[in-house]
């Protein structure tokens, strides 16, 4: 399985920006996909999560309201649409995609199995 991440960069505050991670070596359709991140000297955080189908989604409360997931099953890649971005956002956001199929959107990180190497968001003041 190979999860490859790609769309960081460099925004002002109040901006905004989308990542995207393409899979392959699974059967996409079939799992949950998750984003978390990690800053400089923090732990890696849970960020947002989709189910298999698209029909359920779940925000860490951070993000919710400013940041949405979604997914093209038919392209095998799930993105994040990140709005309002705060300086507090910058970090190395990851994709992954779950263990076991058809669950819900998971926020545990323990239930993924398969990480992308990461892409580097850093929010300006």
């Known amino acids: 399985v190979q999860l490859q991440a790609s769309g960081g960069g460099l925004v002002q505050a109040g901006g905004s920006l989308s990542v995207s991670c393409a899979a392959s070596g699974r059967a996409f359709s079939k799992y949950s996909m998750g984003w978390f991140r990690q800053a400089p000297g923090k732990e890696r955080e849970f960020v947002a999560a989709i189910s298999w189908s698209g029909g359920s989604t779940n925000y860490a409360d951070s993000v919710k309201g400013r940041f949405t997931i979604s997914r093209d099953n038919a392209k095998n890649t799930v993105y994040l649409r990140m709005n309002s971005l705060k300086p507090e956002d910058t970090a190395v956001y990851y994709c992954?995609?779950?263990?076991?199929?058809?669950?819900?959107?998971?926020?545990?990180?323990?239930?993924?199995?398969?990480w992308g190497q990461g892409t580097l968001v850093t929010v300006s003041s």
């Open positions: 992954a995609i779950a263990k076991a199929p058809y669950g819900g959107a998971r926020y545990q990180g323990g239930l993924y199995d398969y």
